[in-house]
């Protein structure tokens, strides 16, 4: 009599990270994107990475194609991808060279072994066997033959060799899966709908996935199946959605909610390219989808959208910015609503396309020629595209400018579940579009320094329009000096008073906290986990995420200069600000120049170039050793003390700081060629070479109270 064994007992994980890596044709995207639909539908709270290499085809086994995707799966609510995989599928020793250096030591490592002939190490650039030479023996190894295996499945089902070399990646879901005990039949049934044009095809693909769910039941190499619980998030109905995706659905909402038919204008370009292809499917909604020849036809048919009433929006990368700057000086000129998106890349050139960064911020605030200060926003995850999207609109429509959106790589191919939300809570737009002709002036404003919007056509409002300075109130073209300057002032005082109607900058966390860390656009997740593990370890820590990086709202400078919360002077002459970036340290002086000149003179926390999202490793080293609370310690390294204004003196002697040092150091911060007149920061002098000098002003020498000014 034969008694069948006993199910292993499932072990309680809290949550677990895991990559699928292969070679670009090894399918390891659309493995990551099944296990993602199945951990969202298990009602597990998530975050994906995907990792795109840059050739279209590199050569096959080399590490220029590795393709990988990671995905942090919980019982609790996830923030970030996570660093470094519980779990890592390598399909080949190109894939294991890329990823092996990020595998947890002792974690699970599951291989192709059928790949690692002499001529595919070759290709990777492996010296010696990684399988025989002692390189994984500090981790969990399970060798599988997924070229045999895979054959023996599908066997019968009438495909060719070829498509049954293609089912080995569903072999690796099905084991994936059983070692995180999830729900095969669902699974299923999703490959035979995503397969159904072939039958032949889907049956070997369910074989493949079976026989690989199968194996793990048989194999000895895990102690026990892991479980990872439903999370417990807040009630409502949930749609797993990317970053690109969010930000259609957000254009989307803002169109409808303000009446509008909306234009997007575009020109494929990495990581934007999904945008229109998602907006794309929306037609019925009174969308315009159009691809344009170049970048600057796109944004040219999107600003022509705007002055015939609809919403014009355009979207791009960094590159593709670059080409429509001088279209987003007539959009500003002639001030009319436009959102412009930039999905962030690493740069500069063509740089790193399938690579994120957010090194694009100086180009969005200043890279235009002229005084021309747009409105700048930035996502922070992949479902607050949508907020961020529709926020853009209101703001474009509202104060009838154009309006810079920053998201970028990881934000636009990563994913998370999404709360849909209740369409009636959304804020109000309204186009108010001008229809009296009594009285009627072309750049006459409202309380918002906006000008009316007049449909071309309507009868008694025709006005004049393009890129020639405007006269401030009939729109004639004028080029008198005053009127100019006027204009200039006004433009710049709109973008302003933008800030005035933000919501106040609220910390989160601890608001008295002896830490503020500041942070923008997509790094939200990966600091929001270093806070939460340092506050675990007893760092009061707070945390600030800009969504509007220009102009800042109401009291982000004071919490950056005065401390996290407005502290009593003996508390927030020693706290602390940091702000971890994706770049080489762009916002440093974005806060130092609109908050006020008493900000850290070399304020850099982590911040790095790498083409890589940051991680919590890199937010975690900066809360535990550069912003760690020490007598006389640094934020990070140069980074000096943050000091109240009623205390300074105080400050200063506990330092040891001799007299006169702070504006030795006031100088040196005002060096960096900050365009004052956006922020309309008032100085004690004109900190720039005068003419005929190649020196600062030193003590004594006169300037202009207002930097622009004459003089």
Not at 215 to 223: F, K, P, V
Not at 256 to 265: D, N, S, V
Not at 624 to 643: A, D, F, Y
Request: charged fraction near 25%; proline fraction near 8%; charge should be neutral.
């Amino acid at each position: 009599m034969t008694v069948s064994a006993a199910p292993r007992p499932h072990v309680d994980l809290q949550n677990a990270v895991v990559r699928f890596a292969g070679d670009s044709g090894d399918g390891m995207q659309l493995t990551g994107t099944e296990f993602t639909r199945e951990a969202a539908l298990y009602g597990n709270d998530l975050a994906t990475f995907p990792d795109y290499p840059a050739e279209i085809r590199a050569p096959a086994g080399t590490t220029a194609g590795v393709s990988g995707y990671q995905i942090q799966f919980a019982a609790h609510e996830v923030y970030s991808a996570g660093d470094q995989p519980d779990t890592l599928v390598a399909m080949n020793p190109a894939a294991l060279k890329v990823h092996l250096p990020d595998l947890k030591r002792g974690g699970l490592l599951i291989l192709n072994e059928a790949t690692f002939k002499q001529s595919d190490l070759d290709r990777a650039g492996w010296k010696t066997n990684p399988l025989t030479d002692g390189t994984l023996e500090n981790y969990q190894v399970i060798k599988v033959d997924f070229e045999h295996l895979v054959g023996k499945a599908v066997e019968g089902t009438g495909v060719s060799a070829k498509d049954a070399s293609r089912c080995k990646n569903f072999y690796a879901l099905g084991l994936v899966f059983w070692i995180y005990s999830r729900d095969i039949e669902r699974e299923e049934q999703a490959i035979r709908e995503r397969f159904k044009k072939s039958p032949p095809l889907a049956e070997a693909n369910v074989r493949a996935f079976k026989a690989g769910y199968n194996y793990g039941e048989t194999i000895e190499a895990l102690d026990a199946p892991y479980s990872i619980q439903p999370a417990r998030l807040k009630p409502g109905k949930y749609r797993n959605v990317t970053g690109n995706s969010a930000l259609a659905l957000g254009l989307i909402a803002a169109a409808q909610k303000a009446g509008l038919r909306m234009f997007y204008g575009s020109y494929p370009i990495t990581p934007a390219s999904d945008i229109l292809h998602e907006l794309s499917k929306y037609r019925r909604f009174q969308l315009t989808t159009f691809q344009a020849e170049d970048e600057i036809a796109a944004i040219s048919a999107a600003i022509g959208a705007s002055f015939a009433g609809a919403l014009g929006v355009t979207g791009s990368s960094g590159p593709g910015i670059a080409l429509k700057t001088e279209a987003m000086g007539l959009a500003l000129m002639t001030e009319l609503p436009l959102v412009i998106i930039n999905v962030q890349r690493g740069g500069p050139s063509t740089g790193l396309p399938t690579k994120t960064e957010q090194s694009d911020l100086f180009q969005a605030v200043y890279g235009r020629n002229g005084e021309c200060p747009i409105p700048v926003l930035a996502a922070r995850s992949p479902a607050d595209c949508f907020e961020t999207a529709y926020e853009a609109c209101r703001i474009a429509i509202d104060c009838r400018t154009p309006v810079i959106l920053l998201s970028d790589g990881s934000l636009a191919n990563g994913s998370e579940p999404w709360l849909l939300p209740d369409v009636n809570s959304l804020p109000k737009i309204d186009p108010d579009f001008a229809t009296d002709p009594a009285g009627f002036m072309p750049y006459k404003r409202d309380d918002k320094l906006a000008r009316p919007w007049a449909i071309p056509g309507t009868p008694g409002l025709e006005h004049r329009i393009g890129g020639l300075e405007k006269d401030a109130l009939t729109g004639n073209i004028s080029y008198d000096a005053h009127n100019h300057e006027k204009m200039v002032r006004t433009r710049a005082e709109k973008v302003r008073r933008i800030a005035d109607r933000l919501e106040p900058t609220e910390p989160f966390f601890d608001p008295e906290g002896d830490v503020l860390v500041i942070g923008w656009g997509g790094t939200y997740g990966s600091i929001t986990q270093a806070v939460i593990e340092a506050r675990q370890t007893g760092l009061r820590v707070g945390h600030v995420h800009l969504r509007h990086v220009f102009a800042l709202p109401e009291r982000a400078g004071s919490r950056a200069e005065h401390g996290p919360a407005a502290l009593p002077p003996a508390r927030s002459a020693r706290a602390r600000v940091g702000g971890p970036e994706q770049d080489p340290g762009q916002a440093v002086p974005r806060r130092r120049g609109p908050l006020g000149h008493r900000i850290a003179r070399a304020a850099q926390a982590p911040a790095r170039g790498t083409g890589d999202r940051l991680d919590v490793r890199s937010s975690r080293k900066a809360d535990e050793k550069g912003l760690r609370l020490r007598s006389g310690g640094e934020v990070v390294p140069g980074m000096r003390r943050l000091r109240h204004p009623g205390r300074r003196a105080e400050a200063d002697a506990r330092a040891g700081h001799l007299p006169g040092e702070d504006g030795l150091h006031q100088r040196d911060r005002l060096r960096f060629p900050v365009p004052l007149l956006h922020e309309h920061v008032r100085l004690s002098r004109d900190p720039r070479p005068r003419a005929g000098h190649r020196h600062r002003p030193e003590d004594g020498e006169s300037g202009p109270d207002r930097l622009g000014s004459d003089g």
